[in-house]
């Protein structure tokens, strides 16, 4: 079984700092990363996946991830954030071919001016 | 192209009360997916198909039933309404093609009292 675990539940930060979002997973087979953002009140959209090859991945609005095998951990990073990139930010897992996802307990980051 | 849609927007229910929140994709992708949102848990997979005709269980399917009859349409029924579903519920589709790139629908956002 898949899961994953999203280290922070709120992550507070400065205008034009950078951030970090954690995210660990577990699964005794090879998976597919994936983060997801949530703006108030609406629905969820792709940031970025890692599916194989680069471990740098590259998404929407500045984002990026790193998957380390190693460690099982898929962080997401934006080196300088603004007032709009405050949302709710989930990491997810899929098993394979199964098309489900599995989906962290998600991340609240908070951009003030 | 409307991608996913979800019908109704709102609900409210009394407990003891079913209905049936819908869920329709224009994509011809072969999984759909539906999820529940709480406070400080992400999203939940209730239950979820791999084609017309094939449905299967997911993390939290008890009040739960689904079918899917055909390729577009995934209804998710509640048979008798209890205050813990009270929710956020969202409907996903993926397909192989797409690498399980899920795509959502704007969610309903369900009250049972």
């Known amino acids: 079984a898949q899961s994953v675990t999203q280290l922070d539940s709120q992550v507070p930060v400065f205008e034009e700092a950078p951030v970090e979002l954690r995210c660990n997973y577990s699964s005794s087979v090879s998976v597919y990363l994936f983060w997801y953002v949530q703006y108030p009140n609406q629905g969820l959209q792709l940031l970025l996946k890692?599916?194989?090859?680069?471990?740098l991945v590259k998404g929407i609005n500045g984002f990026e991830a790193e998957f380390n095998k190693s460690q099982t951990s898929f962080h997401l990073r934006k080196p300088s954030v603004h007032i709009s990139d405050t949302a709710e930010y989930f990491c997810a897992v899929s098993a394979g071919n199964t098309g489900k996802l599995i989906f962290g307990q998600g991340t609240t980051l908070q951009v003030k001016p | 192209n409307a991608g996913v849609t979800q019908t109704p927007k709102f609900q409210v229910l009394k407990t003891g009360q079913s209905m049936t929140l819908q869920c329709a994709q224009d994509m011809n992708h072969e999984y759909m997916s539906w999820y529940r949102q709480d406070p400080g848990m992400g999203l939940r997979l209730i239950h979820y198909?791999?084609?017309?005709?094939?449905?299967d269980q997911g993390e939290v399917p008890n009040g739960y039933n689904v079918s899917r009859s055909t390729t577009e349409d995934f209804p998710l029924r509640l048979l008798s309404a209890a205050p813990s579903q009270t929710s956020v519920y969202f409907c996903a589709s993926t397909s192989v093609a797409g690498a399980y790139e899920q795509y959502f629908g704007p969610g309903t956002r369900l009250t049972v009292t």
């Open positions: 198909s791999v084609g017309a005709g094939i449905t």
């Open positions: 890692y599916l194989s090859g680069s471990t």
